[in-house]
């Protein structure tokens, strides 16, 4: 039996088997419906109108650029929960008076004395802004919680400006853990951390860059993994090597070596 009989006898047989795959053949093959990604431009458009509509939002809206409005989507999947979430947004940053926090706030330079976290001049490789945090400098024991929190959304927010001013809206956050131990694992405040970078900087992580982590960290990582979502998870880097932080970030833009 020929090659050419060989096929047309094992089409035969599996037409038998898949009765559509004829009318499939006919009709040019199977039309594969195309993802809708929940920040496509109909669903900003869409969000839009629903906050111009909106009585707490109304036309403030039309300042905020479509990326904004896309972290949103990205972040909650749908118009009605990206609609609900930058409400409560907007009440919170108001509330606590995000845009009046200034550098030169007594408790904003207290923690800045500390050298804990520190903004870079330079970006990484992608275009964003660098805060490197050097966790051994932070005492759990030894800290004002409100304190913490209000330089926390002092840095988020002027790194959201910051990145807003470039191509990438996002941040890389570089955790140096280089002679780490249990007095600087404060659970506490990464809650903290976790719920204002969800619920009221969405999108705003790019990278999270763990450098240095000892095996005693490994504990903790186990309690702290649970508590991030899935797409959180995914921007969390472990690392060991300057040749694999080299990847993210030129050393040359470091304070200091790393490793």
Excluded at 23 to 44: F, I, S, W, Y
Excluded at 196 to 215: D, K, W
Aim: aromatic fraction near 8%.
């Amino acid at each position: 039996m020929g090659y050419d009989a060989v096929v047309a006898r094992c089409i035969k047989a599996f037409r038998a088997l898949h009765p559509i795959l004829p009318v499939l053949m006919a009709a040019g093959g199977t039309k594969v419906r195309q993802k809708v990604e929940p920040d496509c431009q109909d669903n900003v458009d869409s969000l839009r109108e629903a906050l111009r509509k909106d009585s707490k939002i109304g036309e403030q809206i039309k300042d905020v650029p479509d990326k904004a409005l896309r972290r949103f989507l990205r972040a909650h999947l749908s118009v009605p929960e990206a609609h609900k979430v930058y409400v409560k947004c907007e009440k919170w940053r108001n509330k606590y008076g995000v845009e009046n926090i200034k550098s030169e706030d007594p408790a904003i330079q207290s923690e800045l004395a500390t050298g804990k976290g520190i903004i870079l001049e330079e970006r990484d490789k992608m275009g964003r802004p660098i805060i490197l945090a050097t966790v051994h400098l932070h005492d759990t024991k030894n800290r004002d919680m409100e304190v913490l929190t209000k330089f926390t959304v002092y840095m988020l927010e002027t790194l959201s400006n910051m990145s807003d001013q470039g191509e990438m809206d996002n941040i890389c956050v570089l955790f140096d853990m280089k002679d780490f131990s249990l007095r600087n694992m404060d659970y506490q405040f990464v809650k903290t951390l976790i719920m204002l970078l969800q619920r009221y900087f969405p999108e705003r992580l790019g990278v999270c860059l763990i450098v240095n982590a000892p095996t005693l960290f490994s504990g903790c990582w186990l309690i702290i993994r649970p508590w991030l979502d899935e797409r959180t998870r995914k921007k969390v880097n472990f690392i060991y090597t300057e040749e694999e932080l080299s990847q993210y970030i030129s050393l040359a833009v470091l304070p200091r070596k790393l490793f």
